[in-house]
């Protein structure tokens, strides 16, 4: 499977944070989740590997707070449905390669992808 990277062109964090690993992902399919958002079996996949959607999920996302979502408790059934439902609910960027999942724009998430980059 080719690496690839989920991001919104649209979203300043994303674009900075590809632009920053630069070469390390220049073999990745780059897809934006706004004109094609993921597909179930692909977010399916990326569960076995985070072993939750809630690791997917991004709770920063305005209308996580405008549907009241943060006052219910979810279920990881529920996570999956809002994922699939709008592609503002998946965090981003996501890289997925060699078994690996990486989501969201935390700086250790982020300085933890780069050191696997580096790697490989």
């Known amino acids: 499977m080719k690496p690839k990277v989920y991001y919104l062109k649209t979203c300043n964090t994303s674009m900075r944070i590809l ?4 070469e390390l ?3 990745f399919e780059k897809i934006d989740i706004k004109e094609r958002p993921i597909q179930a079996q692909e977010l399916d996949a990326m569960r076995r590997i ?3 959607y809630e690791a997917l999920f991004s709770k920063r996302a305005k209308k996580y707070k405008e549907m009241g979502l943060k ?3 979810l279920t990881d059934d ?3 449905y809002y994922i699939l439902q709008d592609y503002t609910f998946l965090k981003r960027p996501v890289l997925w ?3 690996q999942v990486f989501a969201g724009n935390s700086k250790k998430n982020i300085e933890n992808l780069i050191k ?4 490989k």
């Open 19 to 22: 632009k920053e690993l630069g």
């Open 25 to 27: 992902i220049q073999n």
């Open 50 to 52: 985070t072993g939750s």
């Open 71 to 73: 006052n219910i408790q």
């Open 78 to 80: 529920d996570y999956r």
């Open 97 to 99: 390669f060699d078994q």
């Open 116 to 119: 696997v980059l580096k790697e």
